[in-house]
Nanobody, 111 residues
Framework: QVQLVESGGGLVQTGGSLRLSCAASGVNLAFKNVNWYRQAPGQTREFVAGSALDGPTSYASSVKGRFTISRDNAKNMFYLQMNSLKPEDTAVYYC?????WGQGTQVTVSS
């Protein structure tokens, strides 16, 4: 079955950077769109970034220019590079492929 495992979360100061990773198994990323979502306390889960299987990427307006999604199909992994982090980026970050979700990784940005 499909399994997604996130890593790379942590505590960082405002303006800092983190790189999240999502390791996929049971699926060939080369044939899939991949996405990152996040959920802050008391908020609904929201789209952050997506990478289509044929190349195009998309971003939420709140992260455009600061976050970059990428993938390594050979390793069956995808990533979220987060720069210029703000306290409002604090959330649990999830990777998603179709109806499959990872367990989430906590990102906390201190002011």
């Amino acid at each position: 079955q499909v399994q997604l495992v996130e890593s790379g979360g942590g505590l960082v100061q405002t303006g800092g950077s983190l790189r999240l990773s999502c390791a996929a198994s049971g699926v060939n990323l080369a044939f899939k769109n991949v996405n990152w979502y996040r959920q802050a306390p008391g908020q609904t889960r929201e789209f952050v970034a997506g990478s289509a299987l044929d190349g195009p990427t998309s971003y939420a307006s709140s992260v455009k220019g600061r976050f970059t999604i990428s993938r390594d199909n050979a390793k069956n992994m995808f990533y979220l590079q987060m720069n210029s982090l703000k306290p409002e980026d604090t959330a649990v970050y999830y990777c998603r492929i179709n109806t499959h979700w990872g367990q989430g990784t906590q990102v906390t940005v201190s002011s």
